[in-house]
């Protein structure tokens, strides 16, 4: 079975600080896939990204960065230089890979609450 | 292009009484997927549809059945509500790209049903 642990449930740092949001996960796949997604006050859930388990180089997009690490089956989530605009919920996710379309098991951890204080 | 739609936005109903959420996604996407989302617990998915034509249970699927109407639409319906269905469901759906093994899903905007 897959699982998916978000310890921190709540944290708050002063605007412009970075952050570090952490997933840890559980697969007996080998192949498998990791995502994250944002939930803003308004309660849409956003993709942000997602990254295959052969593929283990970090990822950049602008103030975001992603480390995904297979040796601690870790994919952690770092925002630099925080801004009010990313306060929000956010969701790490594991999906295995599937054989047939469509009927993938998307597992979500249980969120991190993150506040950025102005 | 409006991605994922839901409707309701908000609903409240006594328990026993029966509702039905829609969704509907302009995207083409051949799979769709209901979700609930309670306090403390993340989303923890209810049924899933890989196809028109096809439905399949999720994790929670009890107190709740599934029509995919159509290729766009994917509707959930409660036919005797309880207070323990009192959560946020979220629609998604998903397609595959080619040369990857895996869908990524897109969320509609979440309905907030309360059951009293």
């Known amino acids: 079975a897959q699982k998916v642990t978000q310890a921190q449930t709540e944290i708050s740092v002063v605007e412009k600080e970075d952050v570090t949001l952490d997933c840890v996960y559980e697969?007996?796949?080998?192949?498998?896939?990791l995502f994250w997604y944002k939930q803003p006050p308004s309660g849409e859930l956003v993709f942000l990204i997602r990254?295959?388990?052969?593929?283990?180089q970090n990822e950049i997009s602008g103030r975001y960065s992603w480390n995904f690490q297979k040796s601690t089956s870790s994919f952690n989530f770092t925002i630099t230089a925080s801004q009010v605009v990313d306060s929000a919920v956010y969701f790490c996710?594991?999906?295995?890979?599937?054989?047939?379309?469509?009927?993938?098991?998307?597992?979500f951890g249980t969120g991190t609450r993150l506040t950025i204080i102005p | 292009n409006a991605g994922v739609t839901q409707t309701p936005k908000f609903q409240v109903l006594k328990t026993g009484q029966s509702m039905t959420l829609q969704c509907a996604q302009d995207?083409?996407?051949?799979?769709m997927y209901w979700y609930r989302q309670d306090p403390g617990m993340g989303l923890r998915l209810i049924y899933y549809?890989?196809?028109?034509?096809?439905?399949d249970k999720g994790e929670v699927p009890n107190g709740y059945n599934v029509s995919r109407l159509n290729k766009r639409e994917f509707s959930l319906r409660l036919e005797s509500a309880a207070p323990s269905q009192t959560s946020v469901y979220f629609c998604?759906?998903?397609?595959?790209?080619?040369?990857?093994?895996?869908?990524?899903?897109?969320f509609g905007p979440g309905t907030r049903l309360t059951v009293l």
């Open positions: 549809s890989a196809s028109e034509g096809t439905t």
């Open positions: 995207m083409n996407h051949n799979s």
């Open positions: 996710a594991l999906s295995e890979a599937g054989a047939n379309f469509g009927n993938e098991k998307l597992t």
């Open positions: 697969t007996r796949d080998t192949t498998y896939y």
């Open positions: 990254r295959n388990s052969f593929d283990e």
């Open positions: 998604a759906s998903s397609e595959r790209l080619a040369g990857t093994s895996t869908d990524t899903q897109y």
